[in-house]
């Protein structure tokens, strides 16, 4: 037997002779020859301590994170009160004095750095901001602090999305337009029904909403062309529920419309649905759930007009078992679902798929 032939030695060798001449060689730098707009835009997807250490790899390169807009997450997700943290952000911002694309914060309490929070936002980096989120921890006291009229300032924002804080009082807020914004979160959030309406209006590119135990309002209008995701949820006390009607007009992009935890009696109207695709959940807690020109109450079609063929999806949580009546008459008002999940009051979920009339259980 030849040792040799059946040895794996010379592979070996062979491999790393070719791994060392890889990593030796030393051809030409053609990504440092790309434009400077080029190299910050790679730059500025990356995490802000990555972006910085790119300054060490040539002179090419040793301003180029300085100069691309700064894309600044804390990824935090617990609450740090630390004093070396805040230190850090501020070290952070100071050391760049490029423009700011996107800031993003969840662990810094408001109330206790409020005036901080006024300085970031106030600082000329910030001006062209396209990204803000500020989640904030939530407090002891039942009320949330105050967000500074500063955080409003940016025009050019395309992503809004707020938790746990409230809106300043409507003198100090300005126009409060935003005619980029796209998306638009907000939970736990306190604001009058009249800035809120005010804002909306002044944003008409708003594809997707997501409105989650806000307070401050009663009744909610909206009218957004282009929108086509609305997530709204409520999972306040009965005792502190606040919300009681939710208006869509011109709903004709819209394509998703998910209600969560609405249990509170509040009233549903969709005006100009006509590529609604995935609707959930729906519940005996609306006493009147009106789709164009069709009225549910309490889950029961009790006017129906139209049949809904581009629905695919359908959620129901029903307060008892599920009665086949209802089913049944539901799949007559969306009679091309592929997709229908019922929900019980325990939580537990039964998933029914329905290709061409025929229903299956999962």
Not at 182 to 198: A, D, K, N, Q, W
Not at 248 to 264: F, I, K, Q
Request: proline share 6%; aromatic share 8%.
């Amino acid at each position: 037997m030849n040792p040799i032939f059946f040895s794996k030695k010379p592979e070996r060798l062979r491999k790393r002779r070719r791994n060392k001449e890889i990593s030796t060689y030393e051809g030409p730098d053609l990504i440092s020859r790309l434009p400077d707009d080029v190299l910050g835009a790679i730059v500025t997807l990356l995490k802000p301590d990555q972006g910085a250490r790119t300054a060490i790899l040539s002179r090419r390169w040793r301003y180029v994170w300085r100069s691309a807009p700064l894309n600044f997450d804390d990824g935090l997700k617990s609450v740090d009160f630390s004093y070396q943290h805040i230190q850090v952000i501020s070290q952070i911002l100071a050391a760049h004095p490029g423009p700011a694309r996107r800031l993003a914060t969840r662990s810094l309490d408001l109330g206790r750095n409020i005036s901080l929070y006024d300085h970031w936002f106030r600082l000329p980096a910030f001006d062209a901001l396209q990204d803000l989120l500020l989640h904030f921890p939530l407090t002891p006291c039942a009320c949330h602090t105050e967000l500074p009229a500063s955080a409003l300032r940016f025009a050019s924002l395309r992503l809004l999305d707020l938790k746990n804080c409230s809106f300043p009082a409507s003198s100090c807020c300005g126009s409060l337009a935003f005619p980029c914004l796209t998306y638009l979160s907000l939970r736990g959030v306190s604001i009058s029904e009249e800035l809120f309406h005010r804002m909306i209006s002044s944003s008409p590119r708003i594809e997707a909403m997501v409105l989650d135990t806000n307070s401050g309002h009663r009744r909610l209008r909206l009218s957004l062309p282009r929108l086509s995701y609305l997530a709204v949820a409520d999972n306040s006390l009965p005792c502190r529920k606040e919300l009681e009607e939710l208006v869509v007009e011109d709903a004709a992009s819209l394509e998703r419309l998910l209600l969560h935890e609405l249990d509170n009696g509040m009233s549903v109207r969709i005006i100009g649905a006509t590529k609604l695709k995935m609707i959930g959940y729906l519940a005996t807690g609306f006493p009147i759930f009106v789709l164009n020109n069709s009225i549910f109450k309490s889950m029961v079609p009790v006017s129906l007009v139209e049949q809904f063929s581009t629905v695919k999806i359908l959620a129901l949580h029903m307060p008892d078992l599920p009665k086949l009546k209802v089913v049944i008459a539901y799949l007559r008002c969306f009679p091309c679902l592929e997709k229908l999940k019922i929900k019980d009051p325990q939580g537990h979920e039964v998933l029914c798929r329905c290709v061409e009339h025929h229903t299956s259980m999962a």
